[in-house]
């Protein structure tokens, strides 16, 4: 993945320890959703569809951390919900990068002006915020007018203070290669935010916009040609050079959505935070008693249009990993 040089070196380390244990499958990314609720209603959004007794509830600290400590993962995402909405949020960060664990708080940060204060810039922390296109799409996307705005001006203090902030872009069927280039030169180029991660966007059932997700030829075709003329080089994008390489299309690679393990209120989601086919009560249990053969593109209809990064990034992390010439082209492109 192209990341600090920090970074790049524990995760490196990382992971040849569990070659050396001879671990077959380990987490990389722990998705930590400590809430439900969010303060928007995204059309696309298979999260906060939950029960209003779910949304009420708040994980605690002490929790969160067990979740952590018992898998082991050296990266957390926290995500939701609206993390900020969670009145313990700056404690389970501190706890965490005082852990040194890489943390990445993904919000929509409309609520950042008001909860900035609560914490610290580290490079073990980043603030890592939803835009998924310049205003217009952006603001059709979340379902509100003035959002694009808001989370712009609360990049620019963001950076002014000192933070690590990154971006994450949903993108639809209504996007073009066009609407892609202009919001990642903006991000890139204007916003100068610090990395971009990039999500063709997964076909929620339970989404109230069912007409807008991608398709496999249709992701592949957007990525080639957004990416083309140096583009892919020039930008500061959040994922391995093989990923980047499956988006586009000139490599195919199976799930592994073990890596990348989800952990919510309801528990250890089975197989992934984007499906929920029951609970573990323990990652160990989610390990040993979920059938991960079963799951992936040609494997499970509700795969079928999925290229997410949570399934197809670890497994190109992995493969980087065993390769000498794709670890030197990882490298480079950092
Ligand atoms: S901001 Fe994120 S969590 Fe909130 S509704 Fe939109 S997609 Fe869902
Ligand atoms: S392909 Fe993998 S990551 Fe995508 S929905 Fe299926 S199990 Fe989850």
């Given at each position: 993945m192209s990341m600090p040089l920090r970074q790049s070196l524990r995760i490196a380390s990382y992971l040849v320890a569990q070659k050396m244990r001879g671990r077959r499958r380990f987490p990389l990314l722990l998705e930590l959703e400590p809430l439900f609720a969010c303060n928007l209603k995204c059309a696309g959004c298979g999260k906060i569809q939950q029960p209003a007794h779910l949304l009420k509830r708040r994980m605690p600290v002490a929790q969160a951390l067990a979740a952590v400590e018992e898998c082991g993962a050296p990266m957390i995402s926290i995500a939701g919900g609206e993390p900020l909405m969670h009145p313990e949020i700056h404690t389970i960060v501190a706890e965490l990068v005082r852990r040194r664990k890489f943390v990445f708080l993904c919000t929509n940060a409309v609520l950042l002006p008001k909860h900035i204060d609560r914490f610290r810039p580290s490079p073990y922390f980043a603030f890592t915020v939803h835009i998924d296109g310049l205003r217009e799409r952006h603001d059709a996307a979340v379902c509100k007018d003035g959002v694009f705005d808001a989370a712009v001006a609360a990049v620019r203090e963001a950076k002014r203070r000192g933070f690590r902030v990154t971006t994450n872009t949903t993108f639809f069927n209504t996007d073009t290669p066009q609407t892609v280039i202009e919001v990642l030169d903006y991000l890139n180029d204007d916003l100068r935010v610090d990395e971009m991660m990039l999500s063709p966007a997964y076909a929620y059932e339970r989404a109230p916009d069912q007409e807008h997700f991608l398709g496999v030829t249709e992701t592949r075709e957007l990525f080639r040609k957004a990416f083309s003329g140096g583009r892919r080089r020039r930008w500061r994008l959040n994922h391995s050079p093989l990923f980047l390489d499956f988006l586009e299309g000139k490599v195919d690679f199976p799930c592994t959505a073990w890596a990348i393990p989800s952990y919510s209120l309801l528990g250890w989601?089975?197989?992934?935070?984007?499906?929920?086919d029951g609970y573990a009560a323990s990652y160990r249990e989610l390990l040993e008693s979920t059938?991960?053969?079963?799951?992936g593109r040609g494997r499970d209809a509700r795969c079928a249009n999925c290229m997410a990064h949570c399934g197809y990034e670890p497994t190109a992390v992995l493969a980087t990993m065993s390769s000498l010439r794709q670890s030197l082209r990882a490298v480079r492109s950092a």
């Open positions: 989601q089975r197989p992934c935070y984007l499906m929920a059938d991960w053969d079963s799951y």
